[in-house]
């Protein structure tokens, strides 16, 4: 697929590119559609950078399906060309990746038991530790199984925002 840029469209992706707060993926993809924008083939590109002919391939058709749709467009309705857009262009799909193994509703039984003391699930300690919360987790069949750091995780989600709006909402 071809990719034609405006000047203005072309300056913007470089701007972008320089930025030191831009990830290196999003780097890369940008590189992928300034190269393929001078007209030079994935194999091409895929020579002067250190990059997989396939993932070229990928965001090369993501970038040129996305942009062509959007010149299509009413302009009077469209977004205007922005760094927003253009990541939003460059983004991931949604969806990808492993799917979640731990419903909501074990979550917060999960973050429950954290709430409990030890003792009262019998066990000879004063403070929890993720590794015991698991343990315990699955003895109570809240989840057939569950890692220390999944438990860690969930408790880092949960339990800091109910203090985080507690110290919002105190008189100054």
């Not at 990830?23 to 994935?42: C, H, M, W, Y």
């Not at 999944?150 to 989600?157: E, P």
């Amino acid at each position: 697929m071809n990719i034609t840029l405006s000047p203005f469209e072309e300056g913007l992706l470089q701007k972008m590119y320089r930025k030191r707060s831009l990830p290196d993926f999003q780097k890369q993809r940008l590189q992928i559609v300034l190269a393929a924008s001078t007209g030079l083939q994935n194999k091409e590109i895929a020579t002067q950078y250190p990059l997989e002919v396939n993932r070229i391939g990928l965001w090369r058709k993501r970038w040129a399906t996305q942009h062509q749709l959007w010149k299509d467009s009413d302009p009077t309705l469209r977004p205007a060309m922005s760094e927003s857009l253009a990541l939003l262009w460059l983004a991931d799909k949604q969806g990808r990746g492993r799917k979640e193994r731990i419903t909501p509703d074990q979550r917060t039984q999960i973050v429950a038991l954290a709430r409990e003391t030890p003792e009262q699930n019998g066990l000879p300690i004063t403070h929890w530790t993720a590794e015991r919360l698991a343990e315990i987790a699955v003895k109570r069949n809240i989840v057939d199984a569950v890692s220390r750091p999944t438990v860690s995780r969930i408790l880092k989600k949960t339990t800091y925002r109910p203090i985080e709006a507690a110290i919002g909402s105190m008189p100054r």
